[in-house]
Nanobody
Framework: QVQLVESGGGLVQAGGSLRLSCVAS????????MGWFRQAPGKERELITA????????YYADSVKGRFTISRDNAKNTVYLQMNSLKPEDTAVYYC??????????????????WGQGTQVTVSS
């Protein structure tokens, strides 16, 4: 079993940047594909980006493409989400999640096996 802890959230003005981190413990992160999700009040939790075990492939939702970058450092058991050009509509709780599949990455929340507790990101206009 793996435990995930996110950090780096906070309050930022529109156009600003934040970098979220997700640190894993319990097992090595290299055994998991990873995703970042977000959930705004009254909305479904959505997958915004994902990365394969080896970083060979990534996915970005249209809403964040060109602004957000996912990366991972398996030696540090950490996954990152660099968020640039933030908009008020990016305000949400952000979650990292781990997917045990051997190849690729999950495309929905139901594909992911382990979740962090979430970190709040608030973008003011």
């Amino acid at each position: 079993q793996v435990q995930l802890v996110e950090s780096g959230g906070g309050l930022v003005q529109a156009g600003g940047s934040l970098r979220l981190s997700c640190v894993a413990s319990g097992r090595t992160l290299s055994g998991y594909a990873m995703g970042w999700f977000r959930q705004a009040p009254g909305k479904e939790r959505e997958l915004i980006t994902a990365i394969t075990r080896s970083s060979s492939s990534t996915y970005y939702a249209d809403s964040v493409k060109g602004r957000f970058t996912i990366s991972r450092d398996n030696a540090k058991n950490t996954v990152y989400l660099q968020m640039n050009s933030l908009k008020p509509e990016d305000t949400a709780v952000y979650y990292c999640a781990a997917d045990m599949r051997a190849r690729g990455y999950g495309s929905s929340r139901y594909s992911y096996d382990y979740w962090g507790q979430g970190t709040q990101v608030t973008v003011s206009s």
